[in-house]
């Protein structure tokens, strides 16, 4: 087995006879498949048959599994979802509630620190500006083949802002609701929040603050560029691993002989990441208490 050592000299030789060849002016060209696992368990599926669950999770399947591409130079990217026909009834429409959560084109520019982002949210164009967010990346020495390529473990802790449904979660899950139902049984009042607690489906969804990101990258390739928002590590990011969701590099083709140009999105208002986080927070509150008042709803009830 190398020690820690040795895999730290594999690494700097890897870093030396690589960056030779990418001296030059060069495109790649890395091909990425994500996956977001969701416990349907965690969201009344125990009430389901197997024959149900099956169904939904087929219909979820073009939600929750993608491919993207990434088209990168030595300092700038494009992050594109390389989009499919779908099937009828896939996951991508829910009324246009799927494209409101799933970005479109972003564009990174490790040099300046830039970040660009189309985004669609219920049916309006936003273009995100920003400056790319650090991580504090913790380099380990732990190794693994992915494809033709020795990558290298990093791992680092990323904040968890605004409404990231990928991070979703049900509040408190199963067993605390069921304390929660008993507790309410006790007192009007507890039973009155209660009340107000079901009928407000959002009460029942909270984000964690904070989730770990493992990262695999390879100095074969030695750009600071990774797929996602990932970037900061000396070399590739072939696979990220971020709470529920897994991003894996499937294929990666250097310098194309159909070169494509790496533009930056240019359509939709013009917001900074804070300003589209308090947008999407109104909305959901918005739509929280349309929910309420529905008939025969919490909000929509008289005395």
Known sequence: MKTPLSK???????AFTTSISFAQDFQGKAYY?????????QWGGREMSPDQ??????????????????TF????????????????????GWGGFGSSLTGGPKYKNVKSKELIQDQEFFGKQFLI?????????????????????????????????????????RRGGESDKKKNDEVA????????????????PMSE??????????????????????????WGLPGLILEISADRTTILCTKIVMNPEEKENIEKPKK???????????????????MRDMYRGRPGRGGGRKN
């Open 129 to 169: 500006k920003d400056e790319l967010e650090t991580l504090e990346w913790k380099m380990g020495t732990e190794t693994k083949q992915i494809g033709k390529y020795m990558c290298f473990k990093a791992t680092a802790i990323k904040a968890v802002e605004g409404f990231d449904w990928r991070s979703m979660r």
């Open 73 to 92: 130079n030595k300092s700038e990217s494009i992050y594109k979802e390389d989009e499919k026909l779908e099937a009828p009834g896939s996951g991508r």
């Open 53 to 70: 669950k099956k169904r939904i999770q087929e219909r979820m399947k073009s939600f929750l599994e993608k491919e993207y591409i990434l």
């Open 8 to 14: 730290l000299v594999t690494l700097v030789v890897l």
């Open 268 to 286: 939709g208002d013009v917001v900074t990441q804070e300003e589209y986080r308090q947008i999407t927070t109104k909305k959901m509150e918005e």
């Open 185 to 200: 049984k006790d007192s009007t009042e507890t039973a009155d929040k209660a009340d107000a607690k079901s009928d407000d």
């Open 205 to 230: 969804i909270e984000m964690p603050k904070t989730i770990e990101v493992v990262a695999w990258y390879t100095p074969q390739i030695p750009i600071n560029q990774g797929p996602d928002s990932y």
């Open 33 to 41: 498949q994500t996956k977001t696992t969701m416990d349907l368990d």
